[in-house]
Every structure is written in structure tokens, then in C-alpha cells.
């Protein structure tokens, strides 16, 4: 059985609640809700994700995807509500990626909440955070090498998963790093040639975790 208390518990911003907004949030949140992988989390004033990862990401005027980050369990977001944060011009939105079950929080329970200080400030540490991996995002296009941000965004994946066994897709690396398919491809052949990683159906095996390492520098995921 869910345990609402449980997740919520986990959450940063419980500690700083009262009693009554505690209460309020335990009446209002919603049950379990189990997305599939490349499901679009839709109607919601804030979500909390319970297990698996969420992709947040924005669709540009070409009709590409921007991959902004990840949210993963026991995080809290409401970065695309629009009566929350101007961010919701950006039109943000977020993708299971691979099977997750999340919480969603009513809009009308986030702005009761928001009357308490910290979790004010709370909302707008994540809010501003967004921001500033939307402009990451778009710098890291062009501003690091294909090689760099695959092998950051593998390393994302193995310190999830902590395994070097990554049950992902070239599609999947690709809208981490927010380019295409075939390039990707491209250069994980050309890694695999080097030793750095195994090719399977559905499956990357990293083989020198510390070469990729070496690759990926002290540059953060885009992720």
C-alpha cells in the first residue's frame, strides 16, 4: 500500500511545515500515479517523484527538445506551473524515462503553502535553479564537445543506476544531451572502438568508467 507520509516525509521542505500545512498536504496529495517510459506528466501544481526519473525539458520554436534535467526520487518540482513562476513562458515540460511512480500536489495546496517563508523560499531556490539549467542547457550545445557530454551524461547514468550496466537507449543519450540520434550513434561507435563502452540492443556497458571519467573533466551532467 502507498504510504503518503513515507514520501512526504523525505521531502526538504517537510521539516519546515506546520502541523497544519503538514496536514493539509497529507489531505491533498494525490494517490500514486504510475507513469510509463516516454509518458508527459500533465495538470499539476507541484509532483514529487516516488520512484524512477522524470525528464525536464522545453520544446523550441524548431520543435526541438531541451533537455533542462532530471527529477529523481524524492525530489519535489513545480517549475512548470504557471501560476507558480514566470518560468512557465518556457513552457517546461516532463517525461518518464523509463517507469515512475510520482505524487502530484494540487496548485491550490502549493499556494497555501507558499503563505510559510521557507517553503517560499524553498520554491524559488528550485525555480531558480530551473532557470539556470535552461541556460545550461542551451550553452552546453555549443559550448562543450559531443565526446564530453556523452560521457557526462553516461556518468549521470551510472551514478543513478550505480552500476556500469545502463539499460538505455542512443535515443535516450541523445535527449540527455540534446542532440540527435544518428550522431550519437556516430560517436558511441567510435567509443566502443576505443574500448570505453560495450554496444548492445537497449543496453550500454561502460568498460572504462576510468576513462570516461577522464573524458567528462569536472564538467556536471547536463542532466
Partial sequence: MYNLVGT???CKFWNDLNEDEKILLLNNGNKKLIYRKGDVVEGYGGIIVISGILRAFVVTEEGKDVTLGYILPD???ASSSEKLTSLAELDIHFEAVEKSEICKIPISTIMVLKGNPKFEKYLEEILESRF?????????????????????????????????????????????????????TKA??????????????????????????EIKGNTSCCC
Fill in 8 to 10: 512526504l516525509t523525505k
Fill in 75 to 77: 525530489d519535489f518540482d
Fill in 132 to 184: 539556470k539549467a535552461t541556460v545550461n542547457a542551451l550553452k552546453s550545445v555549443v559550448g562543450k564537445s559531443l565526446e564530453v557530454r556523452i560521457a557526462s551524461c553516461l556518468s549521470f547514468y551510472m551514478e543513478k543506476k550505480q552500476s556500469n550496466i545502463l539499460r538505455i537507449t542512443h535515443e535516450d543519450v541523445a535527449r540527455c544531451i540534446n542532440s540527435s540520434r544518428e550522431v550519437v
Fill in 188 to 213: 558511441m561507435k567510435h567509443m566502443a572502438a576505443d574500448g570505453i563502452v560495450e554496444l548492445q540492443r537497449g543496453m550500454i556497458i561502460i568498460k572504462d568508467a576510468d576513462r570516461l571519467k
